[in-house]
């Protein structure tokens, strides 16, 4: 059983910055992929970065440049650095992971964050 837990969301003006982070706990979490996805209001959730259990980092093109997606395996954490926000990036993001041989997709409970002035 794998349970992850977000913290760092919040209000922020346009051209702020958070930081995201999730706590993961359960075995095997260190040797699976994990995830950041976002779920803007009245639209459907949607993948932002993602990081491999190797370190191996992919971005959707909409937050290239601006959000940097990073894990520490010792610590059993995944943190989404966020900067230059812009009020688009509004919504509840979540983490998520999966298990090497695992169907299943593990969630948190997610974190509001809002950007407006």
């Known amino acids: 059983q794998v349970q992850l837990v977000e913290s760092g969301g919040g209000l922020v003006q346009p051209g702020g910055s958070l930081r995201l982070s999730c706590a993961a706990s359960g075995s095997k979490v260190s040797s699976g992929d994990m995830a950041w996805y976002r779920q803007p209001p009245g639209k459907e959730r949607e993948v932002l970065a993602a990081v491999t259990a190797s370190g191996r980092t992919n971005y959707v093109d909409s937050v290239k440049g601006r959000f940097t997606i990073s894990r520490d395996n010792a610590k059993s954490t995944l943190s989404l650095q966020m900067n230059s926000l812009k009020p688009e990036d509004t919504g509840v993001y979540y983490c998520?992971?999966?298990?090497?041989?695992?169907?299943?997709?593990?969630w948190g409970q997610g974190t509001q964050v809002t950007v407006s002035s």
């Open positions: 998520n992971a999966r298990l090497p041989y695992n169907p299943i997709d593990y």
